[in-house]
Structures are given as structure tokens and as C-alpha cells.
């Protein structure tokens, strides 16, 4: 089991930038593909960025491709989300997940076994 941690949230101006992190612990943490997701008001929890095991492979929803950059440090137990050029859209709770299986970089909520508590993101206009 893997407990997540996320933090680095808060508000700031549409154009600007956040870098959320998100601390891991327990079992081994590279054995873990992490991803991102967020959840605004009254909508559905959506997929953000995947990255692999050894983060040698990465996925982007459309909306954030070319904006966010995830990243992780395996020495560190953290993932982080790089958030460049900010839009009031992106307002929402970040969520940090954790998936342990070996078969699949997955972008489908459902599947992923652990969450942290979220952060919450604002992007004023």
C-alpha cells in the first residue's frame, strides 16, 4: 500500500505557473505508475498526466499537452505537475494516483488503487 501526499496548490493569475508535488509512501515507489487528475465543481473527475514506472514514458489530456510537464523523482518518492500558462479552465482539486500494475499507463480513473487528498488549484482571470 502507498500513501500520497499532494501539496503546491493555490491561486494565481490566468498566465501564470504552479508546480504541484506529490509525496509517496510505504511500498516501493517506482513500482508505481503515478498520474494526475482534477475534479472541478460539478463535473467528473478528469484525466490530467500519466507518467511510467522509470517516467521514460509520459501521456497528456489535450487540454494540457504543451502546458503541464509531469515529472518524478524515484530517490525523492515524488511526482510533481509543472502547470505553465494557466487558465481559468484549469481551476479544479489536483489529485495525485498511484497504480501498481505492471500492464498499463492508464488514463481511466477507475483504475488507479490510491489517491491523495487533492489541492486545490485557482486560476483567476
Excluded: H
Excluded at 487540454?63 to 511526482?79: L, P
Amino acid at each position: 500500500q502507498v500513501q500520497l501526499v499532494e501539496s503546491g496548490g493555490g491561486l494565481v493569475q490566468a498566465g501564470g505557473s504552479l508546480r504541484l508535488s506529490c509525496a509517496a509512501s510505504g511500498r516501493t515507489f517506482s513500482s508505481y505508475t503515478m498520474a494526475w487528475f482534477r475534479q472541478a465543481p460539478g463535473k467528473e473527475r478528469e484525466f490530467v498526466a500519466v507518467i511510467s514506472r522509470r517516467g521514460i514514458i509520459t501521456y497528456y489530456s489535450d487540454s494540457t499537452e504543451g502546458r503541464f510537464t509531469i515529472s518524478r523523482d524515484n530517490a525523492k518518492n515524488t511526482v510533481y505537475l509543472q502547470m505553465n500558462s494557466l487558465k481559468p479552465e484549469d481551476t479544479a482539486v489536483y489529485y495525485c494516483a498511484a497504480d501498481a500494475s505492471a500492464l498499463r499507463i492508464s488514463r481511466t480513473v477507475q483504475q488507479y488503487e490510491y489517491w491523495g487528498q487533492g489541492t486545490q488549484v485557482t486560476v483567476d482571470s
